[in-house]
């Protein structure tokens, strides 16, 4: 029903920066969260951040807080400003929406992007 596109991942080198973004399809398009998570290779898919729509409230994994910045616009388009990026931020990153409140940090939204890859060179 809903169809998360995202946008914005590449190479960086060490301490450079990168800003995602994740727009929802769909004219009746509503959500409670949006949020970004990452998948290292041989690693678990974890939370990196997301944000409340109404208010705007933010959370954020210990490893990414103070270096990266979620926000969103007035619809459907949620933002993932990256920087002092670091070789242990390389991973793909997942654009994910939600119609409830399934908790912050939770990994069960309703939709799923396609995911975008990010490396950070040392």
């Known amino acids: 029903q809903v169809q998360l596109v995202e946008s914005g991942g590449g190479l960086v080198q060490a301490g450079g920066s990168l800003r995602l973004s994740c727009a929802a399809s769909?004219?009746?398009?509503?959500?409670?969260?949006m949020g970004w998570f990452r998948q290292a290779s041989g690693k678990e898919r974890e939370f990196v951040s997301s944000?409340?729509?109404?208010?705007?409230?933010t959370y954020y994994a210990d490893s990414v807080k103070g270096r990266f910045t979620i926000s969103r616009d007035t619809r459907n388009t949620v933002y993932l400003q990256m920087n002092s990026l670091k070789p242990e931020d390389t991973a793909v990153y997942y654009c994910a929406a939600s119609q409830y409140d399934y908790g912050p940090g939770s990994s069960l939204y309703d939709y799923w992007g396609q995911g975008t890859q990010v490396t950070v060179s040392s």
């Open positions: 769909g004219r009746t398009f509503t959500s409670y969260r």
């Open positions: 944000i409340i729509w109404r208010g705007g409230r």
